[in-house]
């Protein structure tokens, strides 16, 4: 570990790379943290003390800092919850980054259609957490734009969407159809609606319609993003292995990691069993999404034949029906 007292940290050269950061006074630690770059998330966390007194009183009381570089994300994602499974420093239950992420709620049978919910107790269908809700109002307007999917925004029907030809009047078609629509192109990814866009790019570019083209791709960014998280929807909580890396075997349980072997020690973590309705099957807790989202990504990078076998079946069974 490199430690320095907190006034010295104009002269720190920190490093952009993964790691741990763990704030202490001078008898205690307060805050423990990992981080996909060091230097950035500090420079997060000293830029939001101006706004949040939760962190702003963190950072008050720090005196000495101290940061542990790492090769990769998971690694510093196993030594924080190994730290915080000998400890419980007070800052780690008060700074929560997570409360403002959101889900997608989807109902076929009323507008609006597609919702941006704080939480998954109503009976809608949901999806997420998603760190961004003005990423969802960009997709839901996309989807209508580019395709003429569903975006109503008013309970009250028919809006103006069809009143100017934006829409072609979901609020009065079969729910049949708006099913079909939510379960192929909503809650799995669908290569058509990709190779469409696709098209309509190469057509635009062909009659030189650059303007329109561009904005066309940056639309089909969005598609492609949701699409990678909604891969990691279906499979995170359907991941279950055990796998070796550095002679260190991790266990990961429903998608979280459970266990750690290292020169014959083992090391378990609290393993948090949660009752998810079928209308959560692509939810899960706002807490967990960095978690499941760093397994993820390092398993899919190492491990991608599983991940693939994960989402098959994970498809198949919302094809089947849940």
Known sequence: MTEFVKKDLKNQKIPE?????????????????????????????????????VIFKMISLTKTISYKKTSTLFEALV???????????????????????????IDSNRVPFFNVTENTQNNLYYIGPFQDRFFLFDLIDTFGTVFGFPACEEKNYPCIRLKVNKCSGWCVEENRKIREIIRESYLQPNETVINKIKKK??????????????????QEEIILKYYDFLEFFHVTKNVNINFSENKITFEIKNGMLLKVVKDGKQTYFPEVNIEYRDNEYLAHEKNQFTERWIIYQHLKKNKLEKINEILKKSVLKINEGI
């Open 79 to 105: 030594k924080e919850k190994t730290y915080l499974n000998k400890e419980n420093p007070e800052f780690n239950q008060q700074i929560k980054p997570y409360e403002d992420y959101v889900y997608l709620g």
């Open 201 to 218: 790019q190469e057509k635009l570019f062909d009659t030189l319609q650059f303007e329109k083209a561009e904005i066309l791709k940056k």
């Open 17 to 53: 790379s993964s790691g741990v950061f763990i704030f202490s006074d001078s008898h205690k630690n307060l805050f423990i943290r990992k981080a996909s770059n060091l230097k950035k998330t500090l420079d997060i966390l000293l830029t939001k003390k101006l706004e949040n007194k």
